[in-house]
């Protein structure tokens, strides 16, 4: 399962990158992954976004967050 959830944020997190998206940091647990970026989630991945909430929005099975002050 870790296996899985760490494919999944390498994938996010080479997109995120080519879109010149700064990650300020990654976790990954059991219960799946979490990666906090510096500004809000680029408006071409929003069609790939599959739940949005408060937690933020879960991106190919990877929650993006980002600082909302």
């Known amino acids: ?4 959830i760490m494919s999944q944020v390498a994938g996010i997190t ?3 990158e080519m879109l010149d998206i700064r990650i300020v940091a990654i976790r990954a647990n059991a219960d799946g992954a ?3 970026i510096d500004q809000p989630l680029p408006a ?8 949005q909430s408060e937690a933020g929005h879960n991106l190919w099975g990877v929650w993006i967050t980002w600082p909302t002050d």
Do not use: P
């Open 34 to 36: 979490q990666i906090k």
């Open 14 to 16: 080479k997109t995120l």
């Open 44 to 51: 071409e991945l929003y069609q790939y976004v599959e739940v």
């Open 1 to 4: 399962m870790m296996q899985i």
